[in-house]
């Protein structure tokens, strides 16, 4: 090996396409550069720990560490990262500082200082925070990194922060799922009973709107149309519809009979109204849009927006934030200039440079201070024809047309009222009517019939009452007489909140002071710190995940639409009212979301020291809050759910049941005279569920904990006895296919092994081992963090003991 230079300098990218654009705007013989291409380090898997922790046992829990043991991570093709890793060592020969320029934000920050703690560098090192990939953007980041010399200390606190998110997931993902799925799972429900700190209270908000929406009662409200014929001969119909509905028929009554009886002047009310633009996109909010313009997934606009980001297009997009900083001003114009070179019609739209308009507060779109990350924005270099692919170009448009409409004036549309007071026994009632037509498009010309969809209603209720409107009103002077012709009572019915849809979730997550009616509660999750950025759950980076894993976990199911509401199952509602009643924390939003503002302040430590001081507290609380779960688990019951009420894979993705299972279930239901349901004889699922429910029962095996209902064999083993019994040409007995103790006699009996003294030139190789599942689904918050999540009963895929390095939170660096 050629010894390195001295003084050299690495930059440590978290993927070659940045690497590349960075490359473009400088070169230099004293550094070098490397990218990791996402995390290079996993976490080991419990079970390659210690043996006793492969089976899910009772008696073996909490697992608990003070370092999560950690493995060479892979690629998707399945390759060792281990090479990287060398290859990074190897460059790191010589280096006397790097220059951390992964994405910025703690999961960037994770990435480069995880693998720099494994080496064991003890260097300098600095933070250069890239919000955007183009020329100017990385100029300003270079001088920012100058102007703070701690930069690397305070990105170690990031990294901590990063590093406790993932020693909660791992160890509630790990020990709340083993422990909820021993002791609460219902028998008639064969997947793990996943558990998390983030997706278990984002269920709860999930189904406490679920419970809300079944338990609605519709009720009759009453609105009363006046009719008035004016002097002048016009008519108009006005009415009164406040927004504390009129629920008592008798009280519309009373204000009908006076309605009619009126005659009086009418009162017209002209001015303008003025319609300034929406804010700019956070993460969350652009998901929300694209999910409603384009029916996309989150994830699919998350990635689609990250490729922008690499490619230079787009500023950085896992943001939470909807405003720009002060400083940026001066880049407007240039950068408008770019969008209108691509976007020619909207060219027209555009003012004098010194016409722009600056909206600055946090009701406008600049402010001192937008946080960790601006809004996602457009920069000076754009796409040109056939550079993007089609939704690629899509969201750019949206991003870009979205920042041109910040910058330019208000809407102004001239509103006319008309209304009376009607005198009535239960005092004055207004009777209104209003209209509307555009004085001034301003920022609105941008979108044309589309502006209106830029007013968002709130994810989670009930659709506003809006105000009643005509789209043209008769010429009518103020004061002007009128008489009473017509006066009718309309019913109407009340509407159950709304079902937050696909696109919303984030959102919500990240806003969960407008799903909160205590103002106590809303205090509370308010930020001084910024307060454009309440309390939620989860961080932008990872919000988008949630949602999978509990369809995965067949706690929600997606309804019909564009952007599809989600539908919390009867499994989700058995689990989260489990979870409530043996540890009510982990199903309470408002108290993780506090919990989380603890672990954010670990981030904002502005010293080394305190951060790590912080993360231990972090930790050892973790540590306190898992023991207690898995005491009060250990001593509660599970939960009873009707196996009809469990979601079954679709037909297109079930396997069918074996012809014993069948005949099993045949014979029971013919013994019982009981009706086999829909779809056994083809859903392998719905069979075993049937003999789950109505099988005899077994004892479990010694210094076991008892499993309610008969203990069943895993698919391992099912899998493993259907295989012997084919190579050996024998009948599989029925009680084998739903009794354990049978179906490990069974394999006792005619394994390969006990065959060996009778039939030695016969040999039966086991087909299809299970091998494990990984619970990387049962955490939150970090796309990394896995530990087995196999039943209890499965067979086990004995895993060859590899070499780990622990990770740990330690007070400094070793001099």
């Given at each position: ?27 230099s ?7 990791a291409e ?12 210690r ?14 560490l ?29 280096v ?6 992964t ?10 200082w995880?693998v ?23 100029r300003?980041?270079f ?7 701690d ?29 909820i799925s021993?002791?609460?799972r ?17 269920l709860a ?9 079944r338990?609605?009662v519709?009720?009759d409200?009453?609105?009363?149309a ?5 002097s ?20 519309a009554?009373?204000i009908?009979q ?6 009086g ?14 804010r700019?996109f ?6 929300r849009r ?10 699919h ?6 490729e ?12 939470e934030?909807?405003?720009l ?16 070179a ?7 739209l555009?003012?004098?440079?010194g016409?722009l308009?600056f ?8 402010v ?38 910040a ?35 301003g ?59 696909r ?22 999750l ?9 309390k ?42 489990a ?7 982990y199903?309470?939003p ?18 080394r ?5 912080r993360?231990?507290a ?46 099993f279930?045949?014979?029971?239901a ?15 699922e ?12 077994r ?5 076991e904990?008892?499993?309610?209902g ?6 391992a083993m099912l ?6 019994a ?7 007995p ?16 005619h394994?390969?092994?006990?065959q060996?003294?009778?039939a030695?030139?016969r ?7 299970l091998?494990?599942?990984r ?18 009963t ?12 622990s990770?740990?939170v ?6």
């Amino acid at each position: 090996m050629t010894p390195h230079s001295a003084s050299r300098t690495l930059f440590f990218f978290e993927k070659p396409s940045a690497m590349r654009q960075l490359q473009r705007f400088f070169k230099s013989p004293s550094t070098v550069c490397v990218s990791a291409e996402g995390h290079l380090l996993a976490a080991e898997e419990p079970g390659n720990v210690r043996d006793e922790w492969k089976s899910w046992r009772l008696d073996t829990l909490p697992i608990v560490l003070e370092r999560i043991p950690v493995t060479y991570g892979s690629s998707r093709s399945g390759q060792s990262h281990k090479p990287k890793v060398d290859a990074i060592k190897q460059a790191l020969q010589g280096v006397e500082r790097v220059i951390i320029a992964t994405d910025p934000g703690r999961e960037g920050s994770m990435i480069a200082w995880e693998v720099l703690e494994h080496l064991g560098y003890r260097g300098r090192v600095d933070r250069l925070k890239l919000g955007a990939l183009d020329e100017v953007s990385i100029r300003r980041a270079f001088a920012a990194m100058a102007k703070e010399p701690d930069s690397g200390e305070r990105d170690y606190a990031a990294y901590l922060e990063a590093l406790c998110r993932q020693y909660e997931d791992y160890h509630l993902g790990l020990n709340g799922t083993r422990a909820i799925s021993l002791r609460l799972r219902p028998p008639a429900f064969r997947q793990p009973w996943r558990f998390g700190g983030v997706q278990t209270p984002t269920l709860a908000i999930l189904a406490d709107l679920e419970k809300r929406i079944r338990d609605f009662v519709p009720q009759d409200y009453f609105r009363i149309a006046l009719t008035v014929a004016t002097s002048s001969g016009a008519e108009i119909t006005l009415w009164h519809a406040p927004k504390d509905k009129i629920l008592d028929q008798q009280v519309a009554e009373t204000i009908q009979q006076a309605a009619a009886s009126w005659s009086g002047p009418l009162g017209v009310e002209q001015k303008d109204v003025r319609r300034s633009p929406p804010r700019l996109f956070s993460k969350d909010t652009l998901a929300r849009r694209c999910a409603k313009r384009f029916g996309w997934d989150p994830q699919h606009t998350a990635k689609l927006a990250q490729e922008l980001y690499d490619q230079g297009y787009l500023t950085y997009p896992r943001t939470e934030s909807e405003h720009l900083p002060d400083s940026q001003t001066g880049d407007a114009s240039t950068v408008i200039g770019s969008v209108v070179a691509v976007l020619t019609d909207l060219a027209g739209l555009v003012p004098a440079a010194g016409d722009l308009v600056f909206r600055k507060g946090n009701k406008g779109h600049y402010v001192k201070d937008p946080g960790e990350h601006h809004a996602i924005v457009p920069l000076r270099k754009v796409p040109q024809p056939g550079s993007v692919s089609g939704d690629h170009l899509r969201l750019w448009e949206l991003v870009a047309k979205s920042f041109l409409a910040a910058h330019l004036p208000d809407g102004i549309d001239a509103r006319t009222v008309v209304a009376v007071q009607v005198p009535t026994p239960l005092g004055p009632k207004r009777f209104s009517i209003s209209g509307s037509v555009i004085k001034s498009p301003g920022w609105r010309a941008v979108y044309g019939a589309e502006a209106d969809e830029e007013n968002e209603i709130v994810p989670g209720k009930a659709k506003p009452d809006e105000e009643p409107t005509t789209g043209r009103l008769p010429p009518i002077r103020d004061h002007e007489p009128g008489t009473a012709t017509d006066a009718r009572l309309e019913t109407a019915k009340t509407e159950p909140p709304r079902r937050i849809t696909r696109g919303e979730l984030p959102v919500v997550m990240g806003r969960l002071v407008d799903q909160v009616e205590n103002p106590a509660l809303k205090a509370a999750l308010e930020n001084p710190a910024n307060p454009n950025e309440p309390k939620g759950l989860g961080t932008a980076a990872t919000r988008d995940t949630i949602l999978p894993k509990l369809q995965k976990s067949q706690y929600v199911e997606l309804l019909k639409g564009k952007d599809p509401p989600i539908q919390v199952t009867e499994v989700g509602l058995a689990f989260i009212a489990a979870v409530r009643r043996v540890f009510p924390a982990y199903g309470d939003p408002v108290g993780r979301a506090m919990f989380e503002a603890d672990l954010a302040e670990i981030g904002r430590a502005a010293t080394r020291a305190e951060a790590a001081r912080r993360a231990a507290a972090y930790q050892e609380r973790t540590r306190s809050r898992v023991k207690d779960l898995i005491t009060t688990i250990g001593q509660s019951d599970a939960v009873a759910l009707d196996p009809t009420c469990v979601p079954t894979p679709s037909a297109a993705d079930a396997k069918p049941p074996t012809k014993a299972m069948i005949d099993f279930a045949t014979s029971i239901a013919a013994q019982r005279g009981l009706k086999l349901p829909r779809g056994l004889k083809s859903n392998s699922e719905i069979c075993r569920a049937f003999l789950d429910q109505h099988a005899p029962s077994r004892s479990s095996r010694p210094g076991e904990a008892p499993q309610p209902g008969p203990r069943s064999p895993s698919e391992a083993m099912l899998r493993y006895a259907q295989s012997l019994a084919e190579q050996q040409a024998i009948e599989c007995p029925p009680e084998a296919i739903t009794d354990f103790t049978a179906c490990r006699a069974f394999l006792d009996e005619h394994s390969p092994k006990a065959q060996h003294s009778q039939a030695k030139n016969r040999t039966v190789t086991p087909k299809g081992r299970l091998p494990s599942i990984r619970a990387s689904n049962a955490s939150d918050g970090h796309k990394r963090v896995s530990a087995s999540a196999r039943r209890p009963t499965e067979a086990r895929t004995e895993v060859p003991r590899r070499r780990t390095r622990s990770r740990t939170v330690t007070s400094g660096r070793d001099e």
